[in-house]
């Protein structure tokens, strides 16, 4: 087997043999307090768009380390097109959702403010950097995008209709989610509720919309997190069953 530096980063920056990455002040520091690497250390660099590449630590720097690109080890290839509707949580259940549905492939993260919402203040500068440090970690090529917070009526009506939005309906009217996905899994966007479900009046208005259907994850009551979790891998295994 290949070896593979274990120390991989997500960066701003065209990606080319040759190319010399000045990492952020929060990267230096990483390599060179934490990490402990030195000139030559061996490290996997991506953007989102050029693929995975090699590069190799030549100026350690606590504030400004620079990294030149060398070769590609993996070519830039097609993510599933999901997007991921999620209300608000406290602080570090919201970070455990964000940290999930990047592992598990989500290209965008959107907060919705429903009625029954704990929290509409986030600091979505610091979601994306957890997002991108769970692609460092689970080895995807791309990091998904974390909207602004908007109202669940504003997003619906600027919804794309040819986007399935598949709502998690806690009360028990839902299809079986594997079942919604045997449509499709590509496309898609899944709603989450907040602790304490849809308001009868938001489920109401979701059940009429003609690009909208509800999905069932089952008899228990899960939390927010633990459903985004669960339906986003049942998503990835319906998805790996039919290819």
């Not at 940290?99 to 989500?106: C, I, P, Q, T």
Request: aromatic share 6%.
């Amino acid at each position: 087997m290949a070896y593979s530096p274990s120390i991989r980063l997500y960066v701003d920056a065209p990606l080319h043999a040759g190319a010399a990455l000045q990492l952020s002040r929060a990267q230096s520091h990483y390599l060179v307090n934490v990490m402990r690497q030195g000139a030559g250390a061996e490290m996997l660099v991506f953007n989102g768009h050029d693929g995975e590449w090699q590069g190799v630590l030549t100026a350690p720097d606590k504030k400004a380390s620079v990294v030149s690109v060398d070769r590609q080890t993996r070519p830039q290839t097609a993510e599933p097109d999901v997007w991921l509707l999620f209300a608000p949580l406290k602080k570090d259940r919201t970070d455990f959702l964000v940290e999930k549905a990047s592992e598990l492939g989500v290209s965008r993260l959107l907060p919705v403010i429903t009625r029954r919402t704990q929290s509409a203040r986030l600091n979505t500068e610091r979601l994306q950097a957890t997002a991108a440090e769970s692609c460092e970690q689970s080895r995807r090529l791309t990091v998904p995008e974390v909207l602004e917070p908007a109202s669940l009526d504003a997003i619906l009506s600027g919804w794309p209709e040819d986007r399935k939005l598949i709502y998690l309906d806690e009360t028990g009217h839902g299809a079986p989610l594997a079942r919604v996905l045997s449509d499709g899994q590509e496309g898609i966007a899944f709603l989450i509720g907040p602790e304490g479900g849809f308001a009868a009046d938001e489920l109401d208005a979701l059940g009429k919309l003609t690009f909208s259907v509800a999905a069932d994850l089952g008899p228990r009551i899960l939390r927010a997190e633990t459903a985004c979790t669960a339906a986003l891998a049942i998503r990835q295994a319906v998805a790996d069953s039919t290819t």
